[in-house]
């Protein structure tokens, strides 16, 4: 184990939103970073019920969480402190039909954007195995289930 171990594995359920071929976006705009919408899972709750709860929180929309895509495990350093994430990402459709153009945040702090997947690198996406998994085809990269877990850990 790394001297500098995080103290906690934070659960992160995410959601992979599409429309005309563009993939939903959460921009920390502070850190200027970009990922797939979600948020933390509360103990007691299952991650699929932490993603519904995020959307509404963080966009007032409602969605249908559909097929677990992928986990992802993630090690890094993020302002000099260590963390360690799993990543539960999921299909989700708007309940309310087509998504909306335009994806208002409920939050200062956050920014939605629809970003075609050929860009991602130059939206500051992370976490990295999360983008090479999206740049290689997404749900469509999956032909068995041991490629639906990705383990990556950052160098110190």
Known sequence: MPSRAPKKIECIARGLAVRDGRVLLCRNIEHDLAYLPGGHVDPGETAAEALAREFTEECGLSVRVGAFLLANEHIF?????????????????????????????????????????????????VPAPLLAWLLAGGPDAISEPADAWVSHREPD
């Open 77 to 125: 350093t993020q302002q000099g402190k260590p963390r360690h994430e799993w990543n539960v990402v999921f299909h989700v459709e708007h309940s309310g039909g087509a998504w909306p153009e335009t994806v208002t945040s409920l939050e200062s702090d956050l920014a939605f954007e629809w970003c075609e997947v050929a860009v991602l690198p130059e939206a500051n996406f």
